[in-house]
């Protein structure tokens, strides 16, 4: 709880391990650290009631701040300078592609990779909030976002600007991960969606590839279904991708019930239709993950599959169109809950901090 007669919200800048400095909002309930020089990652999001950071942390954590080479590819690349957490991936979503102007955008776009400016930021004593934009180079995309966090209830408002006069195709979407120790094998699952669409290439250990069934069952390559709404304990050693697809409402959330702690995502589905949904449960042996990690991903997302905007196109995927000098807008809002004493909030709607229904 804040201390009387102090402001409850507060923004500033702190440093991290190796070489980093973050941005942080915080409030008397929640605790948001961003680093805008590497893609304005959302890198811990934190219930400060119990101290835990919701977002998943990958083994190697934070890169060197001042980088270093890597071989292998846009994706090996990448990997390495992913330290979980939650980012913006645009003008592509996995597997490197070929883009206009004959370069290849590479694995999961720029934006989550170049520095932001930070154009503003405050308090208020209640709210926390700061703006920043960037510019990227592979595609004529100007990008800006503005996160506002009030109690409990983070909103994040981020536009897409087509910079150059023709029409341009890209892929946008957003990549929040969940980990230890707020996942375990108590944790639900429930969301807006009623499709469940396995990945044709990559659908992990269980799921038939490309396998169509209704949420929350997954069809397995056996012709049997699992229960996708639950969340496999560490022992459980399982991987999966696929995608939630024909969303009455956009949203999930993911409750522990054992530590009275949940979070939800509620999301406009005119520019994110679907949602990436992404699982590794120390399952996948050699690079990056050698068995090592323990993750959960729903990834609100314009396009699927999340195998780069060239294999969308052909699949029948539908890119988010940008005509000449346009802008497109989202919002998001996320929150941190307790679930303590409230029945059934994991199968519920997602609720702000107040107990107010989340509306986009």
């Known amino acids: 709880m804040a201390e009387t007669g102090r402001p409850s919200a507060r923004v500033g800048w702190r440093e991290l391990d190796r070489g980093w400095r973050s941005l942080t909002l915080q409030t008397e309930s929640?605790?948001?650290?961003?680093?805008?020089?590497?893609?304005?990652?959302?890198?811990?999001?934190?219930?400060?009631?119990?101290?835990?950071?919701?977002?998943?942390?990958?083994?190697?954590?934070?890169?060197?701040?001042?980088?270093?080479?890597?071989?292998?590819?846009?994706?090996?690349?990448?990997l390495a300078h992913y330290p979980g957490g939650w980012q913006v991936l645009c003008p592509n979503g996995g597997a490197e592609?070929?883009?206009?102007?004959?370069?290849?955008?590479?694995?999961?776009?720029?934006?989550?990779?170049?520095?932001?400016a930070l154009d503003d930021c405050g308090d208020d004593g209640t709210t926390a909030w700061a703006e920043l934009s960037t510019r990227l180079f592979t595609a004529p995309v100007a990008m800006r976002r503005r996160l506002r966090l009030r109690g409990r209830t983070l909103t994040l408002e981020e536009s897409v600007t087509n910079t150059s006069p023709d029409p341009l195709e890209v892929m946008w979407s957003h990549h929040p991960a969940f980990g230890a120790p707020f996942l375990d094998g108590d944790c639900r699952i429930a969301c807006g969606a009623r499709t469940v669409l396995a990945d044709d290439e990559a659908p992990g250990t269980m799921l038939a590839p490309g396998g169509r069934s209704s949420w929350?069952?997954?069809?397995?390559?056996?012709?049997?279904?699992?229960?996708?709404?639950?969340?496999?304990?560490?022992?459980?050693?399982?991987?999966?991708?696929?995608?939630?697809?024909?969303?009455?409402?956009?949203?999930?959330?993911?409750?522990?019930?054992?530590?009275?702690?949940?979070?939800?995502?509620r999301w406009p589905?005119?520019?994110?239709?679907?949602?990436?949904?992404?699982?590794?449960?120390?399952?996948?042996?050699?690079?990056?993950?050698?068995r090592d990690a323990y993750v959960a991903a729903i990834e609100p997302a314009s396009t699927i599959p999340a195998q780069g905007l060239e294999a969308a196109r052909r699949k029948g995927g539908h890119p988010l169109t940008l005509a000449?000098?346009?802008?497109?807008?989202?919002?998001?809002?996320?929150?941190?809950?307790?679930?303590?004493?409230?029945?059934?909030q994991d199968q519920a709607r997602p609720r702000d901090g107040n107990g107010e229904e989340m509306t986009t």
Do not use: M
């Not at 650290?33 to 400060?48: A, E, F, I, N, Q």
């Not at 000449?324 to 059934?344: C, D, H």
């Open 30 to 78: 929640v605790e948001l650290v961003l680093l805008p020089d590497k893609g304005c990652d959302v890198y811990s999001w934190t219930d400060r009631r119990s101290g835990i950071d919701v977002l998943f942390k990958t083994p190697w954590g934070l890169p060197d701040r001042g980088g270093r080479g890597w071989t292998g590819g846009s994706q090996a690349a990448w």
């Open 324 to 344: 000449g000098r346009q802008t497109r807008t989202t919002l998001i809002e996320g929150v941190l809950f307790s679930t303590a004493g409230e029945g059934n």
């Open 269 to 290: 589905l005119d520019v994110f239709p679907h949602a990436w949904f992404w699982q590794e449960v120390q399952s996948t042996p050699g690079h990056p993950w050698w």
């Open 97 to 116: 592609s070929e883009a206009p102007g004959g370069v290849r955008w590479g694995f999961h776009g720029e934006a989550c990779l170049v520095s932001w």
């Open 216 to 265: 929350p069952l997954g069809t397995t390559a056996e012709g049997d279904h699992v229960d996708l709404s639950r969340v496999p304990g560490p022992e459980d050693r399982r991987a999966h991708l696929a995608y939630l697809t024909d969303f009455a409402d956009g949203w999930f959330s993911i409750t522990n019930p054992r530590l009275g702690l949940g979070v939800s995502l």
